[in-house]
């Protein structure tokens, strides 16, 4: 049986890894009655897909493995196929882009994009572009494709960047991207909007919006020390982005990806131990999906609730300590120095996922290759992606239905920094607003949902106690 999971287990990473579609929320139609459609079937909704008679086919063992709409995996080879396939799964930023350019909120407004660039990336600048915004896009050494990057410069949209910089020269492409002179940045890991104001070039900014946790803490720490100088969308905060792309998006494809990196290096993540480090969002997905494949997980966690709810939710929790020697280590924290050389020397295998620069306490020059995105750190663990964001470094980053939710958000942002007249800080993005995405990404899938009705509404706008109901009203009752 061991085989024949390894085998479903590969299917569904295959769909995911060629096409960079989510499995959660997706349906899926399984063909054949042998152990491994078995397999796929119990799998998929422990994935947190939906099993059915259409959307995507698995047929195991025939010519075609995986079809889409009756048809075999269309051929994403090139940057163009990848960046026009990212396009035509992304209905929701479609149609709040539609939005701002019926609105001509964005005709000449100069935004800057300073994020990871892929396909998906690509598509919000186009976005913003063809809704009459001047856009340009930078992305650090390590964080661009240079074929997306191509892709765009053909379709007339500016890219900085250079995968050859590092050091000063690095620093200095990034400021004269900023003295491009844009009205609003849109940034992953606040460094952009930080430079900006390091070097002075804050001045011209309308504002702001920001992707991550890790950027939003350092702003958060400028605005209580006043030094921040512009309005910024809480991008990460909204619901419709933590609450899909930190649980969903980056679980699957960071377990994926891990779990393509060790395959091709004969080592299965299945039963071996897993511990993950942080339970927020990002850990969660993390614990999930590896649960999923089939991996003994624990979570070490230093928020008391978190691990609480760790523990409720049924997995082992302790020091890092203590779990680590031996085991399968992912860091889920987004913080630098999570994984220190203790854990490096103890550890079998580690792992980033969604991370920033040094979460991994290692020294590069200790590094020695032991396979396609694998080296030996040492005489310690097995280091995946040199410790840096493993579903980037060596995959496609989060499925494309996923990122279509968070910049679905920041364009929602644009809208926000251009009309609500912000001050200088940091700004929750709109609950309406939120809410107004998740009925358009309904709608993206034909899906209806309930509606309180006018008993309920009315009761809950009466504000005195049911329970203690006056005389009076008890006759009216009878």
Same mark, same amino acid.
């Given at each position: %049986?061991?085989?024949?999971?390894?085998?479903?287990?590969?299917?569904?990473?295959?769909?995911?890894?060629?096409?960079?579609?989510?499995?959660?929320?997706?349906?899926?139609?399984?063909?054949?009655?042998?152990?491994?459609?078995?397999?796929?079937?119990?799998?998929?909704p422990?994935?947190?897909?939906?099993?059915?008679?259409?959307?995507? &086919?698995?047929?195991?063992?025939? &010519?075609?493995?995986?079809?889409?709409?009756?048809?075999?995996?269309?051929?994403?080879?090139?940057?163009?196929?990848?960046?026009?396939?990212? @396009?035509?799964?992304?209905?929701?930023?479609? #149609?709040?882009?539609?939005?701002?350019?019926?609105e001509g909120?964005?005709?000449?407004?100069?935004?800057?994009?300073? %994020?990871?660039?892929?396909?998906?990336?690509?598509?919000?600048?186009? #976005?913003?572009?063809?809704?009459?915004?001047?856009?340009?896009?930078?992305?650090?050494p390590?964080?661009?494709?240079?074929?997306?990057?191509?892709?765009?410069?053909?379709? @007339?949209?500016?890219?900085?960047?250079?995968?050859?910089?590092?050091?000063?020269?690095e620093?200095?492409?990034?400021?004269?991207?900023?003295?491009?002179?844009?009205?609003?940045? #849109?940034?992953?890991?606040?460094?952009?909007?930080?430079?900006?104001?390091?070097?002075?070039?804050?001045?011209t900014l309308?504002?702001?919006?920001?992707? &991550?946790?890790?950027?939003?803490?350092?702003?958060?720490?400028?605005?209580?020390?006043?030094?921040?100088?512009i309005? =910024?969308?809480?991008?990460?905060?909204?619901a419709?982005?933590?609450?899909?792309?930190?649980?969903?998006?980056?679980g699957?494809?960071?377990?994926?990806?891990?779990?393509?990196?060790?395959?091709?290096?004969?080592?299965?993540l299945?039963?071996?131990?897993?511990v993950?480090?942080?339970?927020?969002? =990002?850990?969660?997905?993390?614990?999930?999906?590896?649960?999923?494949?089939?991996?003994?997980?624990?979570?070490?966690?230093t928020?008391?609730?978190?691990?609480?709810?760790?523990?409720?939710?049924?997995?082992?929790?302790?020091?890092?300590?203590?779990?680590?020697?031996?085991?399968?280590?992912?860091?889920? &924290?987004?913080?630098?120095h999570?994984?220190?050389?203790?854990?490096?020397?103890?550890?079998?295998?580690?792992?980033?996922?969604?991370?920033?620069?040094?979460?991994?306490?290692?020294?590069?020059?200790?590094? =020695?290759?032991?396979?396609?995105?694998?080296?030996?750190?040492g005489?310690?663990?097995?280091?995946?992606?040199?410790?840096?964001? =493993?579903? #980037?470094?060596?995959?496609? @980053?989060?499925?494309?239905?996923?990122?279509?939710?968070?910049?679905?958000?920041?364009?929602?942002?644009?809208?926000?920094?251009?009309?609500?007249?912000?001050?200088?800080?940091?700004?929750?993005?709109?609950?309406?607003?939120?809410?107004?995405?998740?009925?358009a990404?309904?709608?993206?899938?034909?899906?209806?949902?309930?509606?309180?009705?006018?008993?309920?509404?009315?009761?809950?706008?009466?504000?005195?106690?049911p329970?203690?109901?006056?005389?009076?009203?008890?006759?009216?009752?009878?």
């Amino acid at each position: %049986m061991t085989e024949q999971r390894v085998t479903a287990e590969r299917l569904v990473r295959r769909f995911a890894r060629e096409t960079n579609l989510l499995v959660a929320g997706r349906a899926f139609a399984v063909h054949g009655d042998d152990a491994v459609a078995d397999e796929l079937r119990r799998l998929i909704p422990a994935l947190g897909g939906h099993l059915g008679d259409s959307g995507v &086919t698995f047929a195991p063992g025939e &010519t075609h493995e995986i079809l889409i709409d009756g048809a075999p995996l269309p051929a994403r080879t090139s940057a163009e196929a990848r960046v026009d396939s990212a @396009g035509a799964h992304m209905p929701v930023s479609a #149609l709040v882009a539609a939005r701002l350019r019926e609105e001509g909120l964005v005709r000449g407004i100069r935004i800057g994009i300073a %994020m990871v660039l892929e396909p998906k990336t690509a598509q919000l600048a186009l #976005l913003l572009r063809d809704a009459g915004a001047e856009v340009a896009v930078y992305a650090h050494p390590d964080e661009l494709d240079v074929d997306v990057a191509r892709v765009l410069r053909a379709r @007339g949209i500016p890219v900085d960047g250079d995968p050859a910089l590092a050091g000063a020269a690095e620093r200095a492409a990034a400021i004269a991207f900023l003295r491009r002179g844009f009205d609003l940045l #849109l940034d992953d890991g606040s460094h952009l909007i930080r430079l900006a104001h390091e070097e002075g070039l804050a001045g011209t900014l309308r504002g702001a919006a920001e992707e &991550t946790t890790s950027g939003l803490t350092p702003l958060r720490v400028m605005q209580r020390e006043g030094l921040l100088r512009i309005p =910024v969308i809480a991008v990460n905060d909204a619901a419709m982005k933590t609450s899909f792309d930190n649980r969903y998006g980056t679980g699957q494809s960071c377990v994926f990806a891990i779990a393509d990196v060790l395959d091709a290096a004969g080592i299965g993540l299945r039963d071996q131990p897993a511990v993950v480090i942080g339970y927020g969002p =990002v850990g969660e997905g993390v614990a999930a999906h590896l649960r999923a494949l089939g991996a003994e997980i624990a979570v070490a966690e230093t928020d008391p609730v978190r691990a609480l709810r760790a523990a409720h939710d049924g997995f082992r929790i302790g020091p890092l300590a203590e779990l680590a020697p031996g085991a399968l280590v992912i860091s889920a &924290t987004g913080a630098p120095h999570t994984v220190d050389a203790a854990t490096l020397r103890a550890a079998r295998i580690v792992a980033v996922a969604g991370g920033v620069p040094g979460e991994v306490d290692v020294d590069s020059s200790s590094l =020695v290759s032991a396979g396609e995105h694998l080296d030996h750190a040492g005489d310690g663990a097995l280091l995946i992606a040199r410790g840096g964001c =493993v579903n #980037l470094a060596a995959a496609e @980053g989060n499925p494309i239905e996923i990122m279509d939710l968070s910049f679905a958000v920041q364009l929602g942002a644009v809208e926000q920094l251009l009309t609500a007249g912000l001050a200088a800080g940091v700004h929750a993005f709109p609950a309406e607003a939120d809410a107004a995405i998740a009925q358009a990404a309904l709608a993206a899938r034909g899906d209806r949902i309930d509606r309180r009705s006018t008993a309920q509404v009315e009761a809950q706008a009466d504000w005195r106690s049911p329970r203690y109901a006056s005389a009076g009203d008890e006759g009216a009752q009878a």
